[in-house]
């Protein structure tokens, strides 16, 4: 990255911080080209994708009947999650179960706007608590690897308990709340953006930095869910937010006036690590800033200027004095103190290819994903 002229895209905010990133001779991106010539004419939020809403939710009414529900929907208390939950009731007309993973770190706001919403659709709420002291001590494991991945310990618990719990109880549909409209620049695998739950991977790290055995730790492997779990079981993952229009600011709207909802200073802010990652540890660290992709996002789908975009990027979210509180935070919660995480943050950077790993197995699933037409974002 050091030796590449530093390039913007003058479509989006992506950049050469993506050193992977490719821009055509007028400066556009493909993180633009592809939303252009492959996301956007094969989105359809109109009529067409009304109907094949509605058509998937006949289809899991029809086979959810007689059972106590029809589909499951991993719940965080962030925006997608929270607005395919409403749709998943009120426009859909399903029975869902909220499921929500407490891997330690959910913020006071998250878990009202999950009460809320429980409350407010009258749905059913199944909370898996992960033992802390292995979650603890599989994040203290990942800071010592020094990766950008830092928040692939509880994307690993969020995933795998939902697919477990799915599996256990027989329930095939999974909504998710990933979409085209906030998503549609997926972050590149150099800002931590590793594609999938690779086993391989967690368990190397944990083998030389961990300390006590992850006896009850969800881990489910992406082959397991991406081939076992689909082809076998007939587990079906739908994203309904593709097929409706969804715009960030009014749905946020109708959560608040529906049910009091909260929103987030941004996106991921939900997790308290998360947000402490993504706000402090990653672009200081390593100069990468997630807010790009997301705000390219928003730029593509019309939501928000480009000029907008690069006057927000140009200064962090959240003030310096609170982020420094959240570092003396997240070493107390993590047994370490100040001086250790701050040692650990300023070690050697290291990637995810210094450990074991089956990236070239993913990225050859991913590869043929989008040859299938079922991967339609951005996978190098």
């Given at each position: 990255m050091d030796k590449q002229k530093y390039q913007i895209c003058t479509k989006t905010i992506m950049d050469t911080t993506d050193p992977k990133i490719v821009f055509n001779e007028v400066g556009e991106s493909d993180y633009y080209t592809n939303y252009i010539e492959t996301i956007k004419p094969n989105w359809h939020t109109d009529k067409k994708g009304h109907e094949e809403l509605m058509h998937v939710a006949a289809k899991i009414k029809n086979e959810g009947?007689?059972?106590?529900?029809?589909?499951?929907?991993?719940?965080?208390?962030?925006?997608?999650?929270?607005?395919?939950?409403?749709?998943?009731?009120?426009?859909?007309?399903?029975?869902?179960?909220?499921?929500?993973?407490?891997?330690?770190?959910?913020?006071?706001?998250?878990?009202?706007?999950?009460?809320?919403?429980?409350?407010?659709?009258?749905?059913?709420?199944?909370?898996?608590?992960?033992?802390?002291e292995e979650m603890k001590d599989l994040q203290v494991a990942f800071l010592k690897s020094q990766i950008?991945?830092?928040?692939?310990?509880?994307?690993?618990?969020?995933?795998?308990?939902?697919?477990?719990?799915?599996?256990?109880?027989?329930?095939?549909?999974?909504?998710?709340?990933?979409?085209?409209?906030?998503?549609?620049?997926?972050?590149?695998?150099?800002?931590?953006?590793?594609?999938g739950i690779d086993t391989m991977l967690v368990k190397d790290i944990h083998s030389k930095f961990g300390k006590r055995p992850l006896k009850t730790f969800?881990?489910?492997?992406?082959?397991?869910?991406?081939?076992?779990?689909?082809?076998?079981?007939?587990?079906?993952?739908?994203?309904?937010?593709?097929?409706?229009?969804?715009?960030?600011?009014?749905?946020?709207?109708?959560?608040?006036?529906?049910?009091?909802?909260?929103?987030?200073?941004?996106?991921?802010?939900?997790?308290?690590?998360?947000?402490?990652?993504?706000?402090?540890?990653?672009?200081?660290k390593f100069g990468f800033q997630k807010r790009r992709a997301h705000f390219s996002s928003l730029i593509l789908t019309?939501?928000?200027?480009?000029?907008?975009?690069?006057?927000?990027?140009?200064?962090?979210?959240?003030?310096?004095?609170?982020?420094?509180?959240?570092?003396?935070?997240?070493?107390?919660?993590?047994?370490?103190?100040?001086?250790?995480l701050q040692e650990i943050f300023e070690g050697e950077n290291k990637t995810f290819h210094d450990y074991k790993n089956k990236i070239k197995i993913i990225g050859f699933g991913a590869k043929m994903m989008q040859k299938l037409g079922l991967e339609k974002r951005l996978f190098r």
């Open positions: 009947k007689g059972k106590d529900f029809d589909c499951i929907i991993g719940l965080s208390g962030g925006l997608d999650s929270s607005y395919v939950a409403y749709i998943a009731k009120e426009v859909m007309g399903l029975r869902p179960l909220l499921f929500h993973v407490d891997a330690g770190w959910n913020t006071d706001k998250a878990v009202g706007n999950i009460e809320k919403l429980c409350n407010g659709l009258r749905l059913d709420l199944y909370t898996d608590v992960i033992n802390w950008a991945d830092q928040d692939l310990p509880q994307d690993y618990a969020f995933f795998s308990g939902l697919y477990k719990f799915a599996k256990k109880n027989k329930i095939k549909y999974v909504l998710t709340g990933g979409n085209f409209s906030t998503e549609c620049c997926r972050e590149p695998e150099e800002w931590g953006g590793f594609p969800p881990l489910v492997d992406i082959l397991s869910y991406k081939i076992y779990y689909r082809y076998v079981l007939g587990m079906q993952v739908f994203k309904p937010l593709n097929l409706l229009p969804y715009i960030k600011a009014d749905a946020e709207k109708l959560l608040i006036d529906k049910f009091g909802w909260e929103p987030f200073q941004h996106k991921h802010h939900e997790s308290r690590f998360t947000r402490f990652y993504e706000d402090y540890w990653l672009p200081r019309g939501q928000m200027t480009r000029e907008e975009a690069l006057d927000r990027i140009s200064r962090p979210e959240l003030s310096e004095e609170f982020l420094l509180k959240e570092f003396d935070y997240v070493a107390d919660k993590l047994d370490l103190t100040v001086q250790q």
